[in-house]
């Protein structure tokens, strides 16, 4: 392949405007090669790549500074918008087992109903320190948690119906 080059030539004698002529030269001859100049490579200064192994530094030390600022104000916009489960109101009430009472009768009757009735049963034998699988006696007496809001609203009205009447 011939590179192109243009020249510029005037070969007239007047000041008349100059025009480019189109030159073909042939640079891949030995001759022109041997006659150029070697190239002489250089060594990059260590003072540059430190500069930009600094300003790769400062770059990600800003971008960890703005994604740890966002992690943080994520958290607590979710933290302060986090609404706890209401913990559902207690009551404990006393009562002695009858015959044919068992954990299950007593966790449906005095648990909440949104509740799986294994965990009101677990509750039941946790507060009178049971094991899941004893007997209930008749006499026994036992602390249930009641967590039924209607049972809770039903002994209440009691309650009260029971202290305007003592006065």
């Known amino acids: 392949m011939v590179p192109l080059r243009i020249d510029v030539i005037d070969v007239r004698p007047t000041a008349a405007p100059l025009r480019p002529r189109l030159v073909l030269k042939d640079f891949s001859s030995k001759d022109l090669i041997s006659k150029a100049s070697p190239q002489r490579r250089t060594r990059p200064n260590p003072l540059h790549r430190l500069e930009n192994i600094f300003a790769v530094a400062a770059a990600a030390a800003v971008l960890l500074y703005f994604v740890i600022g966002f992690g943080v104000s ?94």
Not at 130 to 145: D, E, V, Y
């Open 74 to 167: 994520l958290f607590h916009t979710v933290q302060s918008s986090y609404v706890p489960a209401s913990i559902p109101t207690l009551l404990m009430i006393s009562k002695t087992v009858k015959h044919g009472d068992t954990l299950s009768r007593l966790a449906s009757r005095y648990g909440d109903p949104n509740t799986y009735i294994l965990d009101r049963e677990e509750q039941i034998a946790r507060a009178n320190h049971l094991s899941g699988t004893a007997p209930l006696l008749p006499g026994q007496h036992l602390l249930i948690p009641v967590t039924s809001p209607t049972v809770i609203a039903q002994i209440e009205r009691n309650y009260h119906s029971t202290r305007l009447a003592s006065r």
